[in-house]
């Protein structure tokens, strides 16, 4: 008898690979575990096995398997169905998925590069000969591919030599130079080593005596050492004495007190007090608490739609709670922008070392190592908080996931394949483990409200902000009007001006946000109105002033700020339009006290940007930030009174079905940023069309209105929840295939599915990195199958890829597009 498997591998074959096998290799190999294999010419793949079988493939002869790399699976079958829904669905192969859904190191292929590990030290005396080899030629170069390797070692078969090595610490794989997620640290401080006896601590508040405010300090700081065993944060003791920084600095300057610093390590909780008390939910919440567990109990999905800052996340806390009490796996889904220390450290505080976080900002070790300990169903990853690729850790028994701020269209995953809408894939994850799972927002997508609404999911609401905090008093201010009445400075309309100078009079903070980044978005030659364009990407470069440099922001080509206009040579080139960066130099001149920090793109690009930002902005070290939606994610200041949108009309006039009810998000979510606390907060947007509905809604917080009206235009115009949608992007760097291909396809799909195709239509930004791209978009009606749609529109493809001057135009699917 012949043994076989069929393999799936991390590339996008329509179908999987068949190889032969043994008999003793059929008796010990199981779906799930990882085989390397033979592929094309000379490559070597991480294939994954999916069957063991006796029916040899008809059109090929089966090539024999390189090596076994796994002695138990390390994928499940519940993932394998998951994966293949998301193939089906989002009409991408089941490598694709295999490829995006496990961390890079259990993909070793040969392309990887095989790198020195610098960072420990080798005992060369434990090593092989072939081994030696390999530790040999990377004292001369920095890195080699595997075909070099495999020319050292005179093999073809490498990998377990490379693995060999990986274990022994000798090399890294290209994958593996990723920072590492490093600790936050926090700044402590107290009492100078010899002022912890009295006598002294006496002497020197009499030396202080002419310092009132430096006195008041020290005792403060006294008294805090007394009542509390723990360390004292820089910002505890501001608060407490009333001082400002500048006296806490020249006291530490002085040596009068002592600055430290201690590492709050993210990743691995250090467990060193105990886990905190569940809070006690308050009405509302309990509330809401129970009709969740009542829709769970009829199996239902469920929403939870809470108004910013009323509390879900305690509710979250309970279910999590409850899950875990069953022995069950729990899942906290959230937008990588929104996983932040904050939550991370509120949900360890609860459960301690049963929370696993799990992201792409982590090593890939870091990344294995969470894999390993699901797989395992270890207690340390019995929560896992993750941004959407947590979604494909090995669960056995999932009782729970939490999709937070469901309405974020970053869920959806844009590039590669597969284009997977996260909470939507973790509703079929939920399916297939029978666990529960639960939306949240304080401002739910329109499909998921409408879903609650039709009474295809449960539904649960808070609609009071915890604590009987006010929702932010949102104010409208008329920019028309303003710079008709010459109250503008810079950007800035006197009513902004004046609340921020307000805020800042009572150490308040403030949030500022503009949603573009750079200086300028446009520079423009008034002379003759050129403005300079990206060479390889139809869009205007914007303006950077830090750098003095044109940027783009498709591909990222840039080049020094020109002295005149390239086109006609005058040196008239001035800025159009505005960005966080100008922003921020607006502020200088405006507030040149107050303390200006800008968060976007820009300045979170390095390893903790993002984190090093918030963490300083908590602690106050900063009066006013500036950002761009970054700062709209899920982040609970306590001391922010005010909330100013610099411009609304740059969210409304997006070309595209989504943008009202994206901004309507969006500026409800940063206006949320605002009075958390006691205080009502206040938020200004300024706008030139203040009379604009959204604004209008955003400002009552009518989020029905919204909801009522927004569903009407999209039954409309046939978008969805009305109908499905499917856009396919075709890319080519030939403009005249590309428009011959497109039409083709275009009439094929016409002709099979009749009127429900728009296009092919250029995109507003119709050439990005050399490429140019067009669009079709097929609306699906709910009488229509859409399993049937997505089979005919492959057949199209078919041969579409089968005309020859077609085939190397790349065809992109976008399932459910947003
Ligand atoms: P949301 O997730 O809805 O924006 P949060 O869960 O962040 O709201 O809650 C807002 C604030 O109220 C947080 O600082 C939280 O600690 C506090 N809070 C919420 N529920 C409770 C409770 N039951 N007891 C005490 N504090 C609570
Ligand atoms: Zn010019
Ligand atoms: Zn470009």
Known sequence: MQYFIDVILPIPLEKLFTYAISQTEAEFLRPGMRVGVPFGKSKIYTGLVHQVHTNAPVVYEAKEIDRILDEDPIINSIQLKHWQWIADYYMCTIGEVFRSAV????LL??????????????????????????????????????????????RKNILPVLNRLIEKGVILLKEEMYDQYKPKLVRYVKLGEEYLDEEKLEALLNDLSRAPKQSQVVLSLFQLQATNKKPIKISELEQASGGSKAVIKSLIDKNILEEYFIRTDRVNYEGEEDNY??????????KAFEDISKSFQEERVTLLHGVTSSGKTEVYVRLIEECIQKGKQALYLLPEIALTTQLISRLQGYFGEKVSVYHSKYSVQERVEVWNNVLAKKDKAQIVIGARSALFLPYSDLGLIVVDEEHESSF??????????????????AKLHNSNILLGSATPSIESFNNARIGKYGYATI????????????ELVDLKEQSRKRRMKGH????????????????????????????APIVECTTCGHSPQCPNCDVSLTYHQYKKQLRCHYCGYHMALPESCQACGSPTLDTKGFGTEQVEKELETLFPDAKTWRMDLDTTRGKHGYEKIITAFEQQEMDILVGTQMLTKGLDFRNVSLVGIMNADSLLNFPDYRAHERCFQLLTQVAGRAGRTKKRGKVL???????????????????????????????????PPRNRIIKITFKHKEYNRLNEATEWFAKALRTTLGGNVLGPEYPPVARVRNQYLKNILIKIPHSQSVVKTKLAIKKIEKSFNSVAQYRSVRVIYNVDHI
């Open 103 to 106: 961390p890079g190191a259990f």
């Open 109 to 154: 292929e040969s392309e990887t590069l095989i790198l020195r590990n610098d960072s420990s030290k080798v005992d060369e005396s434990i090593l092989e000969d072939d081994e030696f080899l390999v530790f040999e030629a990377l004292q001369h170069q920095p890195l080699l591919k595997v075909q070099e390797v495999s020319a050292i070692i005179d």
């Open 277 to 286: 008390a569940l809070k006690a939910l308050n009405e509302y919440q309990q």
């Open 412 to 429: 959806k995953q844009f590039d590669p394949a597969p284009r997977y809408h996260a909470r939507d894939a973790a509703i079929v994850l």
């Open 463 to 474: 609609t009071r902000r915890f604590g009987n905090v006010l929702m932010p008093d949102i």
């Open 492 to 519: 800035f309309s006197e009513r902004l001006f004046l609340a921020i100078q307000e805020a800042l009079e009572e150490g308040e903070q403030v949030i500022l946000f503009q949603n573009r980044r750079g200086y």
């Open 685 to 719: 947007i300024q706008s030139y069309n203040p009379y604009h509905q959204i604004l209008q809604q955003v400002s009552t917080h009518d989020y029905d209105t919204m909801f009522k009206e927004q569903l009407y235009e999209r039954e409309q115009y046939k978008y």
